[in-house]
């Protein structure tokens, strides 16, 4: 007799997903309920005190007016709703390793080039180190504690500034210090720094950076003078 094949779960619908977004979001933000009523009810004052101020004297200006500022007062709240889920989500996995990738991975886009790999990491503490080139530069972002991380910053910016003479070399440190940057906070602060480079010498930059190999120790056991590169077939 035949098995019969196991059932495939199915992934939850659209409805549900958001159901359990809010719930989780709900739990780690107690104000998050309340900033989404605002995000809805403030364009929605704004919207009824302009039909009465200036156009109640015309009945379908008025239903355009009234549904124009529905639209706008449920997509104030969603983005609201959905900013405040996203720094929830990204303070859930605060301090752990690889954090930082899913943030640049996720969020930072504009005119950015990463990785989520990162560029120089330490086997034993797990701390790594990050890097990002765009309009301010070659923007290198800490994982870890401050000074065990410091020496992979340091070696990091020394094997850029022999590349490429000269380009800036901001850095950003995401750890759970007091004056670090936090990680939902990481993007925003990336696009505040000053602006170093045009997009023609980020493509340049870009493509110098392409050939510099990743400082990721090799496993134990390993020979790296015994490493040959594989057979073509």
């Given at each position: 007799m035949a098995e019969k094949a196991p059932?495939?779960?199915?992934?939850?619908?659209?409805?549900?997903?958001l159901w359990q977004v809010y719930?989780?979001?709900a739990k780690s933000?107690?104000?998050?309920?309340?900033?989404?009523?605002?995000?809805?009810?403030?364009p929605l004052a704004i919207g009824v005190i302009a039909i009465v101020l200036f156009f109640r004297d015309s009945a379908l200006t008025v239903f355009l007016w009234s549904i124009t500022?529905?639209?706008?007062?449920?997509?104030?709240?969603?983005?609201?709703?959905?900013?405040?889920?996203?720094?929830?989500?990204?303070?859930r996995i605060s301090g752990q390793p690889g954090a930082v990738a899913a943030v640049l991975g996720s969020t930072l886009k504009r005119g950015y080039s990463t990785s989520e790999m990162p560029?120089?990491?330490?086997?034993?503490?797990?701390?790594?180190?990050?890097?990002?080139?765009?309009?301010?530069?070659?923007?290198?972002?800490?994982?870890?504690?401050?000074?065990?991380?410091?020496?992979?910053?340091?070696?990091?910016?020394?094997?850029?500034?022999?590349?490429?003479?000269?380009?800036?070399?901001?850095?950003?440190?995401?750890?759970q210090d007091p004056s670090s940057t936090p990680l939902h906070a990481l993007t925003k602060t990336i696009y505040k720094l000053k602006k170093a480079l045009n997009?023609?010498?980020?493509?340049?930059?870009?493509?110098?950076?392409?050939?510099?190999?990743?400082?990721?120790?090799?496993?134990?056991?390993?020979?790296?003078?015994r490493i040959r590169p594989g057979r073509r077939m």
């Amino acid at each position: 007799m035949a098995e019969k094949a196991p059932k495939v779960e199915k992934e939850p619908g659209r409805i549900k997903q958001l159901w359990q977004v809010y719930k989780l979001t709900a739990k780690s933000d107690k104000n998050f309920v309340l900033a989404g009523a605002l995000g809805f009810l403030a364009p929605l004052a704004i919207g009824v005190i302009a039909i009465v101020l200036f156009f109640r004297d015309s009945a379908l200006t008025v239903f355009l007016w009234s549904i124009t500022t529905l639209l706008f007062s449920f997509l104030s709240a969603l983005t609201v709703l959905s900013r405040r889920a996203e720094k929830a989500a990204f303070m859930r996995i605060s301090g752990q390793p690889g954090a930082v990738a899913a943030v640049l991975g996720s969020t930072l886009k504009r005119g950015y080039s990463t990785s989520e790999m990162p560029v120089a990491v330490d086997p034993k503490s797990s701390d790594a180190v990050y890097r990002a080139v765009g309009k301010a530069g070659v923007v290198l972002i800490a994982e870890g504690n401050s000074a065990r991380v410091r020496q992979l910053i340091e070696d990091e910016k020394r094997k850029v500034s022999r590349a490429i003479p000269g380009v800036t070399i901001p850095v950003v440190w995401v750890n759970q210090d007091p004056s670090s940057t936090p990680l939902h906070a990481l993007t925003k602060t990336i696009y505040k720094l000053k602006k170093a480079l045009n997009r023609t010498e980020i493509s340049v930059v870009n493509k110098r950076l392409t050939g510099l190999g990743l400082n990721i120790p090799i496993p134990k056991g390993i020979d790296p003078n015994r490493i040959r590169p594989g057979r073509r077939m």
